[in-house]
């Protein structure tokens, strides 16, 4: 499968983005997504994970009530809807794809990368 995130840019704290993961192929439904964020000097990070069927999601504690992970399976598109943003969740964010049915939390987890998409967060 082949991901291609966007919908990154400049917002103000406090402010809000939706970011898009575009997924190739038929079948987009029998994977686990999810989203990580690296910072520069920074190692990836886990932000959000949905399961297959969408009936299951995940979230790192510093974006929970914050952040909503969905997936749009006829569109083969996963969003993250980022709202309340704050200086400290600027990062390229990724997309990720894993085999199976269940979420993750992990880089090595994932089996397919997206590209990324720049997020900064002006204070």
């Known amino acids: 499968v082949q991901l291609q995130a966007s919908g990154g840019g400049l917002v103000q704290a406090g402010g809000s983005l939706r970011l898009s993961c575009a997924a190739s192929?038929?079948?987009?439904?029998?994977?686990?997504m999810g989203w990580f964020r690296q910072a520069p000097g920074k190692k990836r990070a886990f932000v959000s994970a949905?399961?297959?069927?969408?009936?299951?999601?995940d979230y790192t504690d510093s974006v929970k009530g914050r952040f909503t992970i969905s997936r749009d399976s006829a569109k083969n598109t996963l969003y993250l809807q980022m709202n309340s943003l704050k200086p400290e969740d600027s990062a390229v964010y990724y997309c990720a794809a894993r085999k199976g049915v269940l979420t993750a939390t992990t880089t090595s987890q994932f089996d397919y990368w997206g590209q990324g998409t720049l997020v900064t967060i002006s204070s």
């Open positions: 192929g038929r079948t987009f439904s029998s994977y686990g």
């Open positions: 949905i399961s297959s069927t969408g009936g299951i999601t």
